[in-house]
């Protein structure tokens, strides 16, 4: 029973992969369709352009106590 589940699954992963995905909406005509993609793809650039650059923060890097940091680590060392 489980070796029958097992190969279900596993067929069904494979079906689905077999599948494509696409954006449609009646009514619109090809060169409409042409500007919207055009035009998220250049959103999407600004965004990741803007995400790179920090302008959301810090991004992904880990929160670090600059106070747990030695003075050397710091920038504020005794000369």
């Known amino acids: 029973m489980n070796q029958h589940r097992i ?3 596993l067929l069904a992963s494979l079906l689905s992969a077999c599948s494509t995905s696409e954006w449609a909406r009646e009514g619109v005509t090809a060169e409409h369709a042409d500007r919207d993609q055009i035009e998220c793809q ?3 650039g600004r965004e990741a352009s803007l995400r790179a ?3 959301y ?3 992904y ?3 670090v106590d600059i106070a747990s940091l030695p003075n ?3 920038g504020t ?3």
């Open 7 to 9: 190969l279900s699954l």
């Open 42 to 44: 250049r959103w999407a």
């Open 53 to 55: 650059e920090g302008f």
């Open 57 to 59: 923060g810090p991004g």
């Open 61 to 63: 890097i880990p929160y």
């Open 72 to 74: 050397s680590a710091r």
């Open 77 to 79: 060392g005794q000369r």
